[in-house]
């Protein structure tokens, strides 16, 4: 039988962006005792990795930062030959260059090896299908799916994921996190590796996009400083 | 559309066992052409790289040796504060102490990301439930479902699971590694951390048994020298 405190255990796969931050605080609003994982799998936006642990730290969470080789894969965000694409449209439906093969799922097999060590019975993840809708492993039917085989497959068969940013367009998550009080100058989601937001990738143009549809600066870009 | 060279291309999860080599002989004679992947998960009897690793290069296969955090399991194989267990019986339905949260989920999904990446269309794993059936991602309904979650959340929805040794007692799968000239004395089974077999252990035990079911003594206990 499971504590209360059980009850309220969940592990968050945390990348640095606005989704998972904006996952992370509303998980937290939920009173969900959190513990994070982020992954290095030498993207070209390492900045990510920075930006995510001071996210965790900012809240309390405890972290596992987990290196990843998929050196294998034939994705812009690794494969430092091949351009960003900078000409995605939201509603675009073939799977994207920045593809990574599997990442998700590689990522979700930790969460649930993670979550069921610690008897965490909640796995957040920050995906969403409005942006890229190109990506196989963001769709609610692969979650449900996956979540199944997870089953079958584990000692412990009622470990959930919970997916709250789904259906939500950029500019809904930011409005969701701006209720949460994300500061999502901490955030960052820039898919070139440099020092700033390039605001021309697909991803910055995505963030900026939806900014302005609130009518409103990126905070990110408003702050000269960075971290 | 495939050409036939890619046809023919498949990963195998190499773990230097007599299981994982058998499968790698078993999937080499019916022409497939190998890419290994070798995990090292701080497992304490990490001899067994090594003999991977033999295997590997003995018959001409390139392997990736990729390093997996799962830290945080509460496993005999991983935690040296817990005891191997050595009186577990062929039969035993619970799960054991050996199992590590969602080993076989990390590694397929490693397996599939790498066979997308190349354009291979089997996976081949050496599990099988007559030892270790209390293990639940050893189990036949396990790879389905996880095969069907693969579908769901991948870019390619060809690639399929392959356990030839699934209802194999480990006594079958001596004789078939037998009639495939596997060079036993090059594959580790000891869940201790030694330099030689503890033969006490479950998985000793096992293999010990088969041989001697076979009327023939273990190659690798009959070569003094090992590797």
Redesign the interface.
Known sequence: MNNISDIKKAVILLSGGLDSTTTLYLAKSQGYDLRAIIFNYNQRHKRELEYAQKIAAHNGIAY?L??I??S???SSLTDRTMQVPCNRNVSDKE?PLT????????F???A???A???NAKKIFIGAHIQDYSGY??C?P??FD??Q???H????YKDIEIVTPLIDKSKKEIIETGLNLGVPFQYTWSCYQGGEFPCEQCDSCRFRMKAFEELGMKDPLLADSKLI
Chains 1, 2 share one sequence.
């Open positions: 596992h987990l290196n080789d998929l294998w894969t034939k799977v593809y990574v093969s599997a990442r998700n799922i590689v979700l097999s930790y649930f090896s993670l069921e060590s610690i196989p492993d769709r039917e692969f799916s996956f199944k085989a997870f079958a497959g584990m000692k």
